[in-house]
């Protein structure tokens, strides 16, 4: 009979532990899982990539709920557990889940550390610590934008990069007098200001935060010198405290944080931490690569039929990188001189570089890399092993200032036994066997085999060098997979459904060899989109590979309820709409009535159950607000009303909205109609921007008014509206058939070129009248989704579920 093993906490610590215990005993455990948040296990310390634009929240997902299922791992989230009672052991949850035990881990992480400021409860003042902060930060760059971070350390200069990335103006606050003293020594931070600054942040330094000012919502941070400064966010960026109050409340020994051995065995039999939760030594860990080092070794423990005898942990070197777009600094270890201490240093100011290698006897303890952090492999390996140094010559010690002008990667002078990736590590020899063992080809088939350049992803140049070195291949020449299961790209599985005839996602995982007989949440969404695109009338759509939102055709919100959005198309209503939206919000209690920035009316948190009656109450079409497909086409007053329109944009908006609604595309697409060039309807931030001119239209292209803001190219000047619509048809069609899944017409546009669409849809008249006659066969085959499940019995009963899962 397999034992119970429960972990509290869903997060990187944790769920690298169980990944661990299936690595070495895949069938020695039933394993629960329980998760506060409301998301599957994701990479919190790539939440500034998301915040940076450089991400999405899907690309940052580490393991989706189909890898929970495939591990028959059982998963709750948003669902914090509330009491462990370690004599019965037994935990009790929230939501009234009991579960016993036979192993429990504790890895509830940390909190973050709140000044405790008069006014720190206004609206607007924030954390930066887990998706929800990420998204109120982004939506608050909607509508304002003055930013004030908090904290000049590592989280607070991430937050601030990726509050300048969504066009607010930004001020630091620091408390200390240079920035990251924590990790950096005045000369690396002083260069690390002037760059940023460079980018557009204003730092205050030696500056004491007082007090939040504001009615509600925020307004003005004031300082002990008297001086304060005007703004709508506050992000407090201050550093992370463990969260043990469920420990301590359980009866766990504690410091600083839960009280752990070697084995990571806390004070109760049976109960083990890691991760921030955990003190080992005296020392709570912040960082990932401890994190994983701890799981690993608790895994070991777990798993074996001797404990005793398996190494247990020791401690961690730490280290640091930060992730800003264009800045390169590295730490590790001692980085501050001392009278025990020498330093080996380099400082090019021409370049922007700065190096120290902090030396006692005769070994490297620490470093501070500014500008070129190609070297940090390589000191710390040095740091790890305690090689002397005495007879080392520099360029041994920091092989970038080799002589030579070639640059040479330091993978080429590093030993198999050097780690490349000190999150997860993995060594260059691990690497190098995978690659020639398993015939990678790409860095991401790297990460999938051995999980070097999972977490932080600073490795990922030296992978990509040791890709190069052992296969002679240059890496931007290899092909990139669709995801984990396959060596296929997007492109080839287009063109195999295309060659072989497929007519389903699971024929298309058959017959191309799929790694994985379900997929994942990455490729079975894709295949579904590209079966329909290739063949609309023969090839059905498969629900079950879709995501959840397009699944149940309404907005999932954090709490399970549901979002629906009836259509208005162009924006436009009537009292006969508004009195039935009206009414259906009082019959169903809707908590929330909302217009959005697409001219349309919100109507959150509607139960599951509801939906159907909701949308045969409304009597509306579905707004497609949830999908990948034409979201809405938002319209200026335009010549009816304004003084200064020239144009019907209304008109024209309808007719676009009514053309191309329920049309399947790679991602969403929204489109605009100004009057005049004043630009009303925002049209130059949209996919399709139409703005009105004495006497014709221009039509914008390739806009994004999301987190990668993107203004639309110009893409061609006509007279009519016939003409608009050929030219959005075709378009349209082309981006239908040549982008990838989940590429916005914005980086399709950058990556084929505005070029070579204007020869495709404007000078190729043959190849665009195929290209329409094409588009209008699949928008033959759209059909109102809502409609279809309020006509249809049996498609109702999926929605008598109460529990959703989120993917």
């Given at each position: 009979m397999r034992e119970k093993l429960v972990l509290i906490g869903n997060g990187m610590a944790g769920i690298r532990t169980i990944e661990e215990v299936l690595k070495n005993d895949p069938d020695r455990f039933d394993i629960i899982v329980f998760g506060e948040e409301p998301h599957p296990n994701y990479n919190r310390i790539m939440l500034s990539s998301v915040l940076q634009g450089d991400a999405s929240v899907d690309d940052i997902v580490l393991n989706s709920y189909e890898w929970y299922a495939e591990n028959q791992i059982t998963l709750h989230t948003g669902d914090a557990v509330k009491k462990v009672d370690t004599k019965k052991q037994v935990v009790y949850s929230e939501k009234g889940i009991v579960q016993s035990y036979d192993k429990l881990i504790m890895a509830t992480g940390s909190n973050p550390f709140m000044l405790p400021l008069p006014g720190a409860d206004k609206e607007g003042v924030i954390a930066f610590r887990n998706i929800k902060d990420c998204e109120t930060m982004i939506e608050t760059s909607k509508n304002y934008k003055k930013a004030v971070v908090i904290g000049g350390g590592l989280l607070g200069l991430e937050a601030a990069r990726g509050l300048l990335n969504l066009n607010m103006e930004v001020d630091v606050i620091h408390i200390a007098d240079f920035l990251m003293e924590r990790q950096l020594d005045e000369p690396a931070s002083n260069m690390l200001k002037e760059e940023l600054e460079a980018q557009?942040?204003?730092?205050?330094?030696?500056?004491?935060?007082?007090?939040?000012?504001?009615?509600?919502?925020?307004?003005?941070?004031?300082?002990?010198?008297?001086?304060?400064?005007?703004?709508?966010?506050?992000?407090?960026?201050?550093?992370?405290?463990?969260?043990?109050?469920?420990?301590?409340?359980?009866?766990?020994?504690?410091?600083?944080?839960?009280?752990?051995?070697?084995?990571?065995?806390?004070?109760?039999?049976?109960?083990?931490a890691v991760g921030e939760c955990a003190e080992h030594r005296g020392i709570a860990y912040g960082l990932v690569a401890p994190l994983y080092e701890q799981g690993k070794v608790l895994a070991a423990h777990l798993c074996s039929a001797d404990a005793a005898s398996e190494p247990g942990y020791k401690g961690s070197i730490v280290y640091t990188q930060l992730k800003v777009s264009g800045v390169d600094v590295f730490s590790a270890g001692v980085f501050q001189d001392n009278e025990k201490t020498k330093a080996i240093r380099v400082h090019d100011e021409f370049e922007g570089i700065y190096k120290k290698v902090v030396v006692q006897d005769n070994k490297v303890v620490g470093a501070v890399l500014f500008g070129d952090t190609g070297d940090s492999p390589r000191l710390l390996n040095m740091m790890r092993s305690g090689e002397d140094i005495s007879q080392m010559s520099k360029v041994a010690i920091l092989p970038s200032e080799s002589s030579s002008d070639s640059k040479v990667s330091p993978v080429v002078a590093m030993a198999d036994g050097e780690t490349i990736c000190g999150c997860n590590g993995v060594s260059k020899g691990e690497i190098c066997t995978a690659i020639t063992d398993l015939g990678l080809q790409s860095v991401e088939q790297v990460k999938q085999c051995t999980n070097a350049?999972?977490?932080?992803?600073?490795?990922?140049?030296?992978?990509?060098?040791?890709?190069?070195?052992?296969?002679g291949e240059e890496v931007g020449n290899v092909k990139e997979p669709m995801c984990g299961c396959t060596e296929y790209t997007h492109e080839e599985v287009v063109?195999?459904?295309?060659?072989?005839?497929?007519?389903?996602?699971?024929?298309?995982?058959?017959?191309?060899?799929?790694?994985?007989?379900?997929?994942?949440?990455?490729?079975?969404?894709?295949?579904?989109?590209?079966?329909?695109?290739?063949?609309?009338?023969?090839?059905?759509?498969?629900?079950?590979?879709?995501?959840?939102?397009?699944?149940?055709?309404?907005?999932?919100?954090?709490?399970?309820?549901?979002?629906?959005?009836?259509?208005?198309?162009?924006?436009?209503?009537?009292?006969?709409?508004?009195?039935?939206?009206?009414?259906?919000?009082?019959?169903?209690?809707?908590?929330?009535?909302?217009?959005?920035?697409?001219?349309?009316?919100?109507?959150?948190?509607?139960?599951?159950?509801?939906?159907?009656?909701?949308?045969?109450?409304?009597?509306?079409?579905?707004?497609?607000?949830?999908?990948?497909?034409?979201?809405?086409?938002?319209?200026?007053?335009?010549?009816?009303?304004?003084?200064?329109?020239?144009?019907?944009?209304?008109?024209?908006?309808?007719?676009?909205?009514?053309?191309?609604?329920?049309?399947?595309?790679?991602?969403?697409?929204?489109?605009?109609?100004?009057?005049?060039?004043?630009?009303?309807?925002?049209?130059?931030?949209?996919?399709?921007?139409?703005?009105?001119?004495?006497?014709?239209?221009?039509?914008?292209?390739?806009?994004?008014?999301?987190?990668?803001?993107?203004?639309?190219?110009?893409?061609?000047?006509?007279k009519t509206k016939e003409e608009i619509i050929v030219t959005i048809s075709a378009f349209l069609q082309y981006y239908r058939e040549?982008?990838?899944?989940?590429?916005?017409?914005?980086?399709?546009?950058?990556?084929?070129?505005?070029?070579?669409?204007?020869?495709?849809?404007?000078?190729?008249?043959?190849?665009?009248?195929?290209?329409?006659?094409?588009?209008?066969?699949?928008?033959?085959?759209?059909?109102?989704?809502?409609?279809?499940?309020?006509?249809?019995?049996?498609?109702?009963?999926?929605?008598?579920?109460?529990?959703?899962?989120?993917?």
């Open positions: 557009g942040m204003r730092f205050h330094l030696k500056k004491n935060t007082e007090q939040i000012i504001g009615r509600d919502r925020v307004e003005e941070v004031r300082f002990t010198d008297g001086s304060s400064l005007k703004t709508d966010l506050v992000v407090m960026a201050v550093g992370i405290k463990p969260n043990i109050e469920l420990g301590k409340k359980s009866g766990l020994k504690t410091e600083r944080a839960i009280l752990v051995n070697d084995y990571m065995q806390t004070s109760a039999e049976n109960v083990y350049g999972r977490s932080c992803g600073g490795c990922k140049p030296l992978v990509a060098d040791l890709l190069e070195l052992t296969t063109a195999e459904i295309r060659e072989l005839g497929l007519s389903h996602p699971r024929e298309v995982m058959n017959v191309l060899g799929w790694e994985s007989d379900e997929g994942c949440s990455k490729c079975r969404p894709a295949i579904n989109y590209y079966l329909q695109m290739v063949d609309p009338i023969k090839n059905a759509d498969d629900p079950s590979s879709r995501f959840v939102n397009e699944r149940v055709h309404a907005n999932i919100n954090h709490n399970g309820t549901f979002t629906v959005v009836p259509r208005m198309y162009g924006g436009v209503t009537n009292a006969d709409q508004l009195r039935k939206i009206a009414d259906v919000a009082d019959k169903y209690s809707v908590p929330l009535l909302k217009v959005t920035g697409g001219q349309r009316i919100d109507l959150f948190g509607v139960e599951k159950e509801d939906l159907p009656k909701v949308w045969s109450d409304l009597g509306m079409r579905s707004g497609s607000a949830y999908a990948k497909a034409l979201r809405t086409v938002k319209t200026c007053v335009g010549e009816q009303f304004c003084r200064f329109g020239t144009q019907d944009s209304i008109g024209l908006g309808i007719e676009l909205e009514k053309k191309f609604e329920y049309i399947n595309t790679p991602h969403k697409v929204k489109m605009a109609v100004s009057a005049c060039p004043r630009n009303c309807a925002e049209s130059g931030i949209k996919d399709f921007g139409v703005v009105g001119v004495e006497g014709a239209w221009e039509l914008y292209v390739g806009g994004n008014g999301g987190v990668d803001l993107r203004g639309g190219d110009l893409f061609c000047k006509v040549h982008a990838r899944y989940l590429e916005r017409t914005s980086h399709f546009v950058e990556r084929v070129g505005l070029d070579h669409m204007k020869q495709v849809v404007l000078e190729d008249v043959e190849g665009r009248n195929a290209l329409i006659e094409r588009l209008e066969i699949a928008l033959s085959t759209g059909k109102d989704p809502w409609k279809e499940i309020v006509e249809n019995e049996e498609k109702q009963k999926e929605y008598q579920k109460t529990h959703v899962t989120m993917s």
